[in-house]
Nanobody, 122 residues
Framework: QVQLVESGGGLVQAGGSLRLSCAAS????????MGWFRQAPGKEREFVAR????????YYADSVKGRFTISRDNAKNMVYLQMDSLKPDDTAVYYC???????????????WGQGTQVTVSS
């Protein structure tokens, strides 16, 4: 049974930073791509960032490029999302997800966490 558990969300002022974590279990973590998505109130879930199996390749949505950094620690089965220069528009529930050869489409990912709320106040 694959499990993904996010943590690190919270309330932060605009311009601040948060670091999200996602703990994975249930299959060989290092064999799978990891991604972060988010869903704001009244909007569809959208891609944020993804990292390949060994951490050597990352990809970001234009809206977060230069502000967010995705990383992973395969020894700890963890993936992280460092979020800097946060804006009110970044307010959303953030989800981590895993897939075999996943890119930016939700359909590429076969397991999802429950999400963690990030709220950025102006």
């Amino acid at each position: 049974q694959v499990q993904l558990v996010e943590s690190g969300g919270g309330l932060v002022q605009a311009g601040g930073s948060l670091r999200l974590s996602c703990a994975a279990s249930g299959r060989t973590f290092s064999s799978y791509t990891m991604g972060w998505f988010r869903q704001a109130p009244g909007k569809e879930r959208e891609f944020v960032a993804r990292i390949n199996q060994n951490g050597g390749t990352t990809y970001y949505a234009d809206s977060v490029k230069g502000r967010f950094t995705i990383s992973r620690d395969n020894a700890k089965n963890m993936v992280y999302l460092q979020m800097d220069s946060l804006k009110p528009d970044d307010t959303a529930v953030y989800y981590c997800a895993t897939g075999a050869y996943a890119y930016w489409s939700e359909r590429d990912y076969d397991y999802w966490g429950q999400g963690t709320q990030v709220t950025v106040s102006s």
